[in-house]
């Protein structure tokens, strides 16, 4: 039998199912992993890999419902650390700080990752160690 025609046979590609994107962006938007995503469309997580790699809506999608979670987990956020008392609003306001504006707690080492030269001068000699000498004037002719 010729190589084609082996080929031929097997089981068809798995195609995404028409409703694939809105599946995708409403799982990821809940917080499903890759692994819940691909669940919720009745597939594998390589099967889902290759979706997106191969459609670029689906990656959109994907993307998409990603960044939704992201604006409802900050939202809650910054409500705590507005609205909120106590322990749970310092914690939520300290977490948006870091993470939002590069704000650091304490002494952080300035210099780190950087190339450190230090140069050791002897100290000054003092006077009395000095030596004078005197120069006869040479003769010009």
């Not at 992993?33 to 999608?61: F, I």
């Not at 910054?78 to 700080?97: Q, T, V």
Request: contains cysteine.
């Amino acid at each position: 039998m010729p190589l084609d025609e082996k080929s031929a046979h097997g089981r068809p590609r798995k195609e995404p199912p028409p409703d694939a994107a809105g599946v995708i962006r409403s799982a990821c938007a809940t917080g499903a992993s890759q692994a819940g995503v691909a669940m919720a469309l009745g597939a594998n997580v390589d099967v889902l890999r290759r979706w997106l790699d191969e459609h670029p809506d689906l990656k959109e999608a994907f993307t998409q419902g990603r960044e939704k979670e992201r604006q409802t987990l900050h939202n809650v956020l910054y409500e705590s650390a507005i609205g909120g008392n106590g322990k749970d609003s310092l914690i939520a306001s300290m977490f948006l700080l870091k993470s939002r504006h590069g704000y650091l707690e304490g002494q952080q080492e300035s210099q780190a990752n950087r190339v450190s030269v230090t140069f050791n001068i002897p100290a000054a000699t003092p006077l009395n160690q000095f030596m004078v000498l005197e120069n006869e004037p040479t003769r010009t002719q």
